[in-house]
């Protein structure tokens, strides 16, 4: 059987989001947000049913909804990587845009285009004259439909939207989204199926739509052209007059039955996640709903089970399974009356959908329809393609079609509650709305670009600051390395604290030109914060780093003689202007007649480390300046404490003074850096940490981070940091303030299961996540166990939003920004040519 598409296609005339069909019924369409929902804790997937619920209850009978898949449009990718960014003035950047077009085109990254179309009205006959110029193909004249009649379409949408609420954030479509939804479906899955539509720019320039023509051959009957006998192949050939060459192969799906016993929520009754992550096809989904109140549905359960009750007396007599079943029915029935005697604000659901599934070939689309239906059989729901009815099922997606029989017939009815549960409108979407694209998602199945707007959350009134956390080799530092190059491409600044022996920070910063190097145990500059920081919190930032370096208390004894000492008023008694004059001036004071032995004290403390610190009491080394668009710190020579000592009292108290040295000296860079990036310079900062436990665990380190947290967004600033343990390490500022988390691979379960609750998952709920994360994230394999390049960078992320989800970070696009990153320097014959300051 062959239909022509204009048979199919009800609009008669468009206005904007309205839409007027040949029967004279008016429809409004509109775009729909999904809710996040991905790996999100179950509380939150309720919230998102209870959503769900109050969508359902309050949609007229002849709702349709959509979730439409189509690939993304590369240049729209592009275009929200340069949001914000002046090109101009990021030459890098824009060198790295460009670079990241051929690798998005090779990546195919699709998209779910979720609509919502209701019925507001009728024209009656009105719209005969109408429905005739347009199967003459001309011109709709819309100036026939009065204003009043808008108006009153309007006003009844609006009051739908109105009950519905606005979690979904319904906004409509611009007019020519009805013509791209025909050509979407006229080519789905094949060659010339369009890519998805923007809400911005050329759909909303366009104010009508123009239907192409198309013959819809059901069964393929045309492929054989001595077929003697009809065709019972589920399968619609589209072929289109302007390319007869490139047809779509299509094929409905529909629920035959769902499971007997229902379907638990969450994780079991969210169906229609099936159809994600199918490569070669584009499938889509259709759901037309009709409501019952419950008066109504009480009232016919009342008269039904009635009728079993006479057919049962009937055959009371009889022996036969005829009685078990009348009374299994009859027992079903009173469930089904209790369900909606006992709960309030229900309605029964009469539910028809439809999975679209779109090839270039019929064996491609057979091949993805016998997949599902396997996908399915293992959720105790049984699929069918019907034959006879494909055409018909075909149309229901089209908003505005009149109802036909195939509609009825597929049609499930299920409590507004149960309903609620399969959740049609949600998203696995990750990251923000625009920024550079640091990976793809793995979750979704359609690998969206995930954006990581960190120099535009500030914007947005968010904050920019991330946490990584993973096992050694599992890509930390490497995403650290990407967030560092990005935010100097895009014109911004970092500065990075190298822990590693062979530089490997150093290394990449080799890569950036002017890029500036500096070693603690070597150094050419100075950190000397009476030097380094404005006069009036010079003091401050001095007693930070003197009274735990010097294992003194700020109110006993020579703590409290330092702290005076460094008051401005103290400074300026005594001639104060560096550390190395503090300790001449202690000195001074010890050596007066009548001092008492806190000076005494104080100076033999000063004399231990002021010998041991060039960075800070070498007076010739110029001060540190933050200025240049990349600094690395190298404090690999610095003996640093554990975690555990960080956090047990006893062994704090015992830290050697090797190891104080170290913790003020890690501080200090810490405390620079915010000093100089929290401030209106106009220019983003970011502040790099890969051992997050000295900025969280001490005084000093929690404060610059919370202080990057809290104000990083106010002064275009972030902080990157990353941990082996976020249990142990993200607490505090990191745990509360820090939006933006990654976990990488964790084999150990203990820290798996540490990171994903850090995440925010309930590991307890989803035990399966944690046997992911440690078995099947970036996996090493072979002989020699090391990661194919294909599985590097799996991670799972938090984004600004709270969503959760799972991914894959991609690196540079530049392949020279990509070798710097990538590469590992060795302890000997490395060459690293920087700018050194001093």
Known sequence: MTVLGRDIQPTAAIRGNLQFTQSGLVTATYFIDPAGYGLRTPSDKYDVKLAHHGLITNLPSGSLLLGIQARLETLDVLRKMVEGVDLDRSEDYADEVVASYERIQAIMPQTRIHLLSFPVGSIGTGLSTLTGLWRSTQAVDVSAISKEDLDSYDEKATSILSKIGSDFAPTPVPAALFQ????????????????????????????????????????????SRYRVRPSFIPVIKVVQPEAPDRPSYQSMLTPRSFPYAGMTFPGGSEFLDIINGMAGVSIDWGMRVSMKPAEEVLRNNELGLRRLGEQMEQRDTEVSFAQNTLMSKAQMLSEYNHHFEVSGGESEVSFTTVIAVGGPTREATLDAVNLLKRRYKRFQLEMTAPVGAQVDLWSMLIPGSPARRAFEDFAHIVPSDMWSGFVPFTSSEIGDDSGPVIGVNLLSGQFQPIHFGIMEAALHDLSASFAVTGELGSGKSFFLKLMAVLVHDMGGQFLAIDRSQVGEWAHFASAIDHAVVIDLTAPTVSLDPLRLFDSRVAGERALDSLLPMLDLSPTASAGAVVSNMLTEKGRAEHGIHSMLDLVHATHRLRDDPGSG????????????????????????????????????????????????????????????????????????????????????????????????????????????TSDFSRDGRKHLAAIGLASHDPATDFQGAAHNLIPNRFVFRQRDETLARNSLEWLGIDVDEAPYLVQILRESTSPPTGAGRTVPEERRGEMFMRDALNRIGRGKVLGPARPDRAAAINSTPTAAGRSVVVERQG
Do not use: I
Not at 181 to 188: A, D
Not at 683 to 693: C, I, K, S, T, W
């Open 180 to 223: 791209w939804l025909w050509e979407h479906y006229l080519n789905r899955g094949a060659l010339g199926d369009p890519a998805a539509p923007t809400r911005v720019g050329v759909l909303e320039d366009a104010t009508a739509a123009v239907f192409g023509s198309a013959a819809l051959d059901e069964g393929a009957q045309a492929d």
């Open 597 to 704: 032995p806190e000076y005494a004290d104080l100076a033999a403390r000063l004399g231990a480390v002021a010998d041991r610190l060039p960075v800070l009491f070498d007076p010739m080394l110029k001060p540190l300046q933050l200025n240049a668009a990349a600094t690395v710190v190298r404090s690999h020579g610095l003996a640093l404490p554990t975690a555990e000592e960080l956090t047990t009292p006893h062994l704090y108290n015992r830290l050697p003074l090797t190891k104080r040295l170290g913790t003020a000296l890690y501080e200090l860079v810490g405390v620079a850096a915010r000093e100089a990036f929290l401030t209106d310079n106009g220019r983003f900062g970011l502040l790099v940490g890969d051992e997050a436990h000295h900025f969280t665990q001490t005084q000093v380190g929690a404060a610059v």
